[in-house]
């Protein structure tokens, strides 16, 4: 058994104890333990409802909590599937460096 293994079996055992409050609490876990995830598999995982999934993902998304990451194709079905992530500020690429201040003519220092 690997460390996710365990990690998905921990999550399972705190699912069915009823440990979380909230669905969104329990999709949050979810995907910390996962990494990236796409929400047919936080359904699967958690046991949830896709559209129960869907709108606790979405809140969270609304909160910054999690972020949409990027499109893969699926393993099992082929189809274009996108994984949401943990948000971290310091995964988003920089924004581009803005152009340097242009320096004032001497007409225009002396206008």
């Given amino acids: 058994m690997t460390v996710r293994d ?8 705190q699912i069915a104890s009823g440990d979380f409050d909230t669905q969104k609490e329990a999709v949050l876990a979810c995907v910390v333990v996962l990494g990236d995830a796409p929400r047919r598999e936080i359904s699967t995982r958690t046991g949830f409802e896709i559209s129960a999934v869907c709108g606790a993902v979405n809140a969270l998304l609304a909160a910054c ?3 949409d990451w990027r499109r893969v194709q699926c393993p099992v079905t082929g189809r ?9 500020r310091h995964d988003l690429e920089p924004l581009p460096d803005p152009p340097p201040a242009r320096e004032p003519s001497q ?3 002396f206008a």
Avoid at 6 to 13: G, K, L, V, Y
Avoid at 80 to 88: G, K
């Fill in 107 to 109: 007409a225009e220092l």
């Fill in 6 to 13: 365990t990690s998905i079996e921990a999550f399972r055992r």
């Fill in 65 to 67: 909590r999690l972020m």
């Fill in 80 to 88: 274009s599937v996108h994984l949401v992530q943990v948000y971290d």
